[in-house]
């Protein structure tokens, strides 16, 4: 299934008219919001994907960080998860499981949420993930739809977890190479949902399945703009260039097939930069709309090993005729 067959689908569902629904399913947003008063909101939020990586304990701290992405990326503050599990039958299976689950709840912890219990079923595929309740001040909110033209582009994980993860699945991949795409896949986005918070930032997302096109294109959407990014000041995890010629994931050609009726390019970017953009990403960094004065700030306060790996990737324009992303 596509990302224009996701939209088209979302487009028919009803919406509802309850006046508490500050965020719905209308702006692809990372999480839904819910006015409880004045003063506080729920997000909520659910994620969950099979194994991308071999070791049952760091695919459990990916799981977690990757759920929590969502509710860092609208500003709040997650509360409480539930976990969701697929798992196949066999004494086999039972350890591997209770060692995933020990990932995620160690992610929960670690970002001070309840795990509260969830839900398992047996299946022949194993897919784990958690649903996370957040609050927020609703106007506080980091929306989608609140980039302002002038805004600078902030990326705070580098790209390539969806190359590499096919690459390990292939058997390709050094240890060199797994130890920063594990290392980044785990760390949460707490710290820079923090650095956001305390510099103002206008409007943020979570790079995850869509890809940072994808993901970027939904926010400028939303926003009535266009994202301009700087093509060669984009990061990559190592590795990423030499594997991508044999190990990228269907979804981020199908990424690319979806962004390219809103998107301009210019001569020099290649098809191999076209689609690392566009590559699928698992527990992948925020984006962040900010004002020019903030964001030597929003990097100054970031954590150390989070700001090595933060780069200013572009700058948010004034909207047009339907394009939403224009590459340099």
């Known amino acids: 299934m596509s990302p224009a067959d996701i939209s088209q689908l979302v487009s028919q ?23 409880l008063d004045d003063e506080r909101a729920l997000v909520q939020t659910l994620d969950f994907f099979p194994p991308v990586l071999d070791d049952p304990y760091d695919f459990g701290r990916v799981v977690a960080a990757n759920s929590l992405s ?24 039972l350890e591997i499981f209770g060692t995933v689950m020990k990932g995620m709840a160690d992610g929960c912890v670690e970002d001070r949420v309840a795990l509260l219990g969830g839900h398992t079923m047996l299946g022949q595929e194993p897919v784990m993930g ?16 609140a980039a302002k ?13 969806g190359i590499l993860t096919t690459a390990l699945k292939n058997g390709r991949l050094t240890d060199g190479q797994l130890e920063p795409l594990t290392a980044t896949m785990r760390r949460s986005n707490r710290g ?3 650095a956001s918070a305390k510099n103002g930032a206008h409007s943020a997302t979570d790079v995850t399945g869509f890809g940072l096109l994808g993901h970027l294109h939904w926010m400028m959407k939303a926003s009535g703009t266009i994202g301009v990014v700087k093509a060669a000041d984009v990061p990559y995890l190592p590795g990423t260039l030499e594997h991508q010629a044999t190990s990228v994931p269907g979804g981020s050609r199908r990424n690319l097939t979806h962004v390219l009726p809103f998107l301009t390019w210019a001569d020099d970017i290649d098809e191999d930069t076209r689609v690392r953009l566009a590559d699928a990403q698992t527990s992948g960094g925020l984006i962040v709309a900010l004002s020019p004065d903030k964001v030597e700030g929003f990097l100054a306060d970031l954590p ?17 005729e339907g394009v939403t992303l224009r590459i340099e």
């Open 149 to 161: 033209p002038g805004d600078v582009l902030v990326l705070t994980k580098p790209l390539g977890t």
């Open 192 to 194: 820079a949902a923090i």
């Open 304 to 320: 150390e090993d989070e700001r090595a790996a933060a780069a200013v990737v572009g700058h948010v324009a004034a909207g047009g």
């Open 13 to 35: 569902l009803p919406t509802s008219d309850d006046p508490n629904v500050l965020i719905g399913f209308e702006t692809a947003d990372d999480a839904g919001v819910y006015r």
């Open 130 to 145: 958690l649903s996370i309740t957040g609050i927020v001040d609703p106007a506080l909110v980091t929306s989608n739809s």
């Open 70 to 93: 969502d509710i860092y990326a609208m500003g709040a503050r997650p509360l409480t998860a539930l976990a969701i599990a697929i798992v196949p039958g066999g004494p086999d299976w």
